[in-house]
């Protein structure tokens, strides 16, 4: 990417002020309410036709369910069982897009260990389902990106997951998805958008619509904003509004008054677990990916597992120097913002696994918990595992687009589905030209993601330092490298959290968008999940560093930490809890930093 583009990307303190200057001024052709993937996804969308395009999320980029996902792109492969053929050959398209061309440098294949505990009729089933999931995705194709599937014997399956229970497995299928930095992927795609013009504004919550005239025929022509920056109120006018909110699409409909959107959105709680990597034994695969290149991370040959439960699936995935166990299913109706897993949730998980596993995990093993909501379609079964995965697309009301359901891996094409139907009034735009658009970070990966050893010598850093940071930025590592050749402190590992450089910290202020401790602890870095701390051994010194570019004063500093101290002790607190009700009421003992300013 040149350089005057990749400058455009930076979500700098005085880009969002300017950004903000731009919005209050004049009319966009799209305005996007809503920073999670679909969100950031249509923003860029429209932005990659030539349309002028705001973008608003009331907290941070991805803060919602798009940072607490299973961490995979995947075609769905249980979904093969509802007959979802055209959506789980959807999904794998984009799998393909985005392991390719997308974001390779966040997005890689990984194996997957499917274990047989019943006698030949399962390997037959089974088998069938995974050879119909790679015809779907074009796996015979030569540019597929991930490998097609391979029957294993218990003998090779054991030697491949040495963890597995002798007795409880009869043989595997080994069959690949992918894996992605869900929140740094929706940052990317943030970055890109701005980098094609789009006016990017977080801590911006949309408190109204604006409708030209009255009933229910009255067009939406923009929406009030309160910035949870400074308290302030401010108007933003559009041609037409998209609202990709999610498991918040209800609010929205609200805002219309007697005109009610079409659709109905449910929200199923979803809890994973993150355990140390020598916790479980996984064993390494020793196959090459196709012939794809996947970064040379700990994770390249490292199978995951997909288990069947009673309600659902579980999958134990290789994440960095850790493994994630999830998900739970569950229904949610309570708060949104923050939804908590109980201890309920945590036996659940541990059990489901250890059914499987020779050497169960324990409670005690946890070094982090997170629970995310999926925005689900509703239906007439009651069960969330029944609802449908699809999306809609529906104009409640002229000059607004909802966009709601659908998963993860569709976000793009969810995306353009709304631009489309947004559009739809306006002369002359363009189809969506992002399915071969590359993000921010990816533009060069092929030249950088073996690069370092080179990199490491240059800089002066551990080799293993700068091939983490090849996984998280791709090819604008070298901004980050840059802070920290330009100041030697900035190349210093943070506290607690060894794997992080404090150069990341200052990065993710001044191009990354970072307002608050808990952007960086949680979404920038997995330090909030992947340190038996939680961050909290980090804060002070994070806290310290984001201080010094954004210019907090003493008292401001001291708040930002004792605000991410009580949430995580809140979460805590959630996770002895033996409901959804009382672990809620334990996670909203600690305020969200970002003060309503309504």
């Known amino acids: 990417m040149e350089r005057g583009t990749t400058d455009r990307t930076l979500l700098s303190p005085a880009r969002r002020r300017a950004d903000r200057d731009r919005l209050t001024s004049g009319v966009v052709d799209v305005l996007v309410i809503g920073g999670g993937v679909t969100g950031a996804g249509a923003a860029l969308d429209a932005a990659s036709r030539g349309l002028s395009v705001g973008l608003l999320e009331a907290r941070d980029w991805a803060a919602g369910t798009s940072s607490r996902s299973s961490k995979l792109i995947h075609g769905g492969l249980r979904y093969l069982e509802q007959l979802a053929f055209p959506l789980v050959h959807e999904a794998l398209q984009e799998r393909s897009r985005l392991v390719t061309t997308i974001a390779p440098h966040l997005v890689r294949p990984l194996p997957f260990l499917l274990p047989l505990t019943a006698p030949v009729w399962q390997r037959a089933y089974y088998g069938a389902g995974v050879a119909l999931y790679d015809v779907l995705g074009a796996a015979l194709t030569a540019d597929r990106g991930v490998p097609a599937h391979r ?22 299928i080994r069959y690949w998805d992918a894996q992605v930095d869900d929140a740094r992927h ?13 006016a990017c504004l977080s801590s911006a919550r949309v408190t109204g619509l604006l409708r030209e005239g009255d009933g229910e025929d009255a067009p939406v022509v923009g929406v009030r904003v309160a910035d949870l920056t400074d308290g302030s109120s401010y108007v933003v006018r559009a041609r037409s509004v998209i609202a990709a909110t999610g498991v918040w699409s209800d609010d929205v409909g609200e805002m219309l008054g007697d005109t009610a959107p079409s659709l109905r959105v449910r929200a199923s709680k979803g809890v994973h677990l993150v355990v140390p990597r020598e916790a479980i034994d996984g064993g390494q695969f020793a196959g090459a990916a196709g012939g794809v290149a996947t970064g040379g991370g700990p994770d390249e040959h490292r199978p995951g597992l997909i288990l069947r439960t009673p309600t659902s699936v579980l999958f134990v995935i290789p994440w960095g120097e850790q493994w994630i166990v999830g998900t739970t299913d569950t229904p949610w109706v309570l708060d949104r913002d923050h939804p908590a897993a109980s201890s309920q949730d945590i036996a659940y998980l541990l059990d489901q696994v250890n059914r499987v596993l020779a050497r169960p995990l324990t409670a005690d093993q946890i070094v982090g918990v997170y629970a995310g909501l999926r925005p689900l379609l509703a239906g007439e079964a009651d069960q969330t595992s029944r609802l449908s995965r699809e999306h809609a697309v529906v104009t409640p009301a002229p000059g607004l687009v909802l966009v709601a359901g659908g998963k993860y891996t569709t976000y793009r094409v969810m995306a353009a ?3 489309d139907a947004a559009t739809a009034g306006l002369p002359g735009v363009a189809p969506s030209r992002t399915a071969d658009l590359p993000l921010v970070g990816a533009h060069r990966w092929a030249a950088v993601r073996d690069a370092a050893p080179d990199l490491a010598a240059a800089a002066g850093l551990p080799e293993e330092t700068v091939a983490r940071l090849l996984q998280r930025h791709g090819d604008q590592v070298g901004a980050v490298l840059a802070l920290a050749a330009g100041d030697p402190a900035l190349a210093r590992p943070l506290p607690g959290a060894p794997a992080h450089l404090a150069a990341e910290v200052v990065h993710a202020v001044t191009a990354e968008g970072a307002l608050h401790l808990d952007d960086v602890l949680t979404r920038r870095t997995r330090v909030s999940i992947s340190t038996p701390h939680r961050g909290t051994e980090s804060a002070p010194a994070v806290a310290d560093l984001m201080a010094s570019v954004l210019g907090w004063d003493a008292e401001r500093t001291e708040r930002e930490v004792a605000h991410y101290e009580a949430r995580v002790a809140a979460e805590r607190e959630s996770q002895r809890m033996p409901d959804d009700r009382t672990a809620d009421a334990a996670r909203l003992g600690a305020k969200d930093v970002r003060a309503a300013a309504v």
């Open 151 to 172: 029957h294993l014997s218990r003998r090779a399956a054991l030697a491949e997951f040495p963890g597995l229970r002798r007795d409880a497995v009869r043989g595997a």
């Open 186 to 198: 929706t940052l990317a795609v943030v970055r890109t958008a701005a980098g094609l013009g789009a």
């Open 417 to 419: 589905d709304a631009v």
